[in-house]
């Protein structure tokens, strides 16, 4: 009998700290801490006591899954990088899962996901079930207050439905790597040295 | 409606995309495939051509939004679309417009296609308009 793939799947991109091991269809640990600062910090040791939970080790785990945003800037590049870095040194798959996915898993399409954009506005995308539309930002009171099918916008993001989602891609070879998923531009001016790259 | 009427109340609703003027609706209600439904809170331009009608634009007055007007409009649009036998029913809506978008999700259309930066306003950045499609049969 083939193991069942065992996925570690996380999220910083709102202010949480979000872990969850999944073994086949079987969740082993799940972890959230609601937090603001310093996600960074807690992360690598939030995912040793994830791991732990589940008796389980680094070298033992398929495919790494990561929650891409949209939401916090920096909360969605500390864990983008983390699952690159991991993905890179465990030489397994990373597979990027964004927030308007993971909180519509269950629900049938087409469904229009909502995600909190701040200032009153939400990121929208439609989820057909066929080839995703692009995101985009919209006034938050007129779309939440419709009858059209939407979900969301929630303060949280469920790592255990990232994992789940990791699980069906990850054996996809031409998958992308991990990459953030802004939607709008940032409200930050450009630095004079500009931040590095994300590679593709 | 008169073209003069048509553009005064266009003007009153849209900044970006521009308002028509008098001499655009006149040119284009004359050609080919354009027909317009009218009420007293606004109005509907359509285009039929081969099957497939454009929704060219839609207008309801400031005073009269939020009645079900522009529903209305819209659906005496496509009655009139499937009349004359458009069997697909494409529009463009600006991506900020999130009342009008809204109003196409909930009769129907769903997302078929993207153009960023498609609207330019008279200041700030560009807008991104959003393609939505329905079949009307």
């Known amino acids: ?200 | 409606m008169t073209p003069d009427a048509l553009a005064a109340l266009h003007a009153r609703c849209f900044v970006t995309p521009r308002p028509w003027s008098a001499d655009e609706f006149a040119s284009m209600l004359t050609s080919n495939g354009v027909f317009l439904r009218s009420s007293d809170a606004g109005f509907a331009l359509g285009r039929e051509i081969a099957g497939e009608v454009e929704l060219l634009t839609l207008a309801v007055d400031p005073d009269h939004q939020r009645q079900g007007n522009g529903r209305a409009l819209l659906t005496a649009f496509e009655a009139e679309a499937t009349k004359r036998g458009a069997t697909e029913a494409f529009l463009e809506v600006a991506s900020n417009n999130t009342a009008a978008y809204v109003l196409y999700r909930a009769a129907g259309y769903t997302e078929s296609g993207h153009r960023p930066a498609y609207y330019r306003p008279p200041t700030g950045p560009r807008i991104a308009a959003i393609i939505m499609r329905k079949p009307l049969i």
């Open chain 1, 1 to 200: 009998m083939k193991p069942k793939p065992l996925i570690l799947a996380f999220d910083t991109s709102v202010a949480h700290v979000a872990a969850a091991l999944l073994s086949g269809d079987t969740v082993l640990a799940k972890r959230v801490e609601a937090m603001a600062k310093g996600q960074a910090e807690r992360l690598f040791p939030l995912l040793e006591e994830v791991l732990a939970e589940g008796g389980v080790t680094w070298s033992g785990l398929t495919a790494i899954g990561v929650g891409i945003g949209p939401g916090n800037f920096t909360g969605i590049r500390i864990s983008v990088s983390a699952a690159r870095g991991l993905a890179l040194s465990l030489n397994i798959p990373a597979v990027g899962v964004s927030s308007f996915e993971a909180q519509a898993i269950d629900t049938p399409r087409p469904i229009l996901s909502l995600v909190d954009a701040r200032r009153d506005q939400v990121f929208v995308q439609e989820l057909t079930g066929g080839a995703a539309m692009p995101p985009h930002v919209m006034a938050k009171s007129e779309i939440t207050n419709t009858h059209t099918n939407t979900i969301g916008p929630s303060d949280t993001v469920n790592p255990v439905a990232i994992a789940r989602i990791t699980a069906t891609r990850y054996t996809d070879a031409t998958l992308p790597r991990p990459a953030p998923l802004y939607v709008r531009a940032p409200d930050a001016a450009p630095p004079r040295d500009p931040a590095p790259v994300i590679l593709p």
